[in-house]
Each structure stands twice: as structure tokens, then as C-alpha cells.
């Protein structure tokens, strides 16, 4: 089970750092992703990195303002967001699978979500 937290309200300009945990499994195997969903829209890519850290890639919406990040002996990933703008706002998502690829097939598990909210 993977639970995203870190969320909140922001002014525009701040950062945020999200994280995702995982519980009774390990992450260490998986590729990581973050995806999110502004209000009314589909769900969208964000960032992804591979099992071992050494892959990331990056939207263009959010590239230069984001860092994805893992740490496998801590059993969590981040999502380090600067440079927060108000289009920025959506419920953000965690995701595991094989590869550190774009669609969101790609991904077996999924956490619950955890909402951020840039005001400007």
C-alpha cells in the first residue's frame, strides 16, 4: 500500500516536498512516479524515476521547478516542488511499477492521493 502525504495550501512562488510510503511492500524493486489531477481533468504525468535513482524524467510543465527522489532504505519517495504556480493545483498521486515510463498503465499501485493547492 503506498500513502502520499505532504500536501497542502501554498502561496505562489513556495515549495512543498511530498512523499510516498510504502507499507507490507518494498519499493525498492519498482520504478516511481507522481501524476496528478487538476479539477475536471484527466490524470496527468508529473515525474518518474527508476528503481535505482539513476533515471528521472520530468513533464515539461514541471521540469526546472520539480525533483523526483527516492530512498530505498527508508521505503519512500519525494516530490521536491518549487517555484509552486497555481496551475500546479491538483490532487498528486504516487505510483509503482516496472518502468519509469509516461502512461499510467505502466503503473500496478497506486496511493490514495494528498491534495496541493498554490493560491496566487
Known amino acids: 500500500q503506498l500513502q502520499a502525504s505532504g500536501g497542502g495550501l501554498m502561496q505562489a512562488g513556495g515549495s512543498l516536498r511530498l512523499s510516498c510510503a510504502a507499507s507490507g511492500r518494498t519499493l525498492s524493486g519498482y520504478a516511481m512516479a507522481w501524476f496528478r489531477q487538476p479539477p475536471g481533468q484527466d490524470r496527468q504525468f508529473v515525474a518518474a524515476i527508476s528503481w535505482s535513482g539513476g533515471r528521472t524524467d520530468y513533464a515539461n510543465s514541471v521540469k526546472g521547478r520539480f525533483t523526483i527522489s527516492r530512498d530505498n532504505a527508508k521505503n519512500t519517495v519525494y516530490l521536491q516542488m518549487n517555484s509552486l504556480k497555481p496551475e500546479d493545483t491538483a490532487v498528486y498521486y504516487c505510483?509503482?511499477?516496472?518502468?519509469?515510463?509516461?502512461?499510467?498503465?505502466?503503473?500496478?499501485?497506486w496511493g490514495q492521493g494528498t491534495q496541493v493547492t498554490v493560491s496566487s
Open positions: 505510483a509503482a511499477g516496472d518502468r519509469p515510463l509516461r502512461a499510467r498503465d505502466t503503473y500496478n499501485y
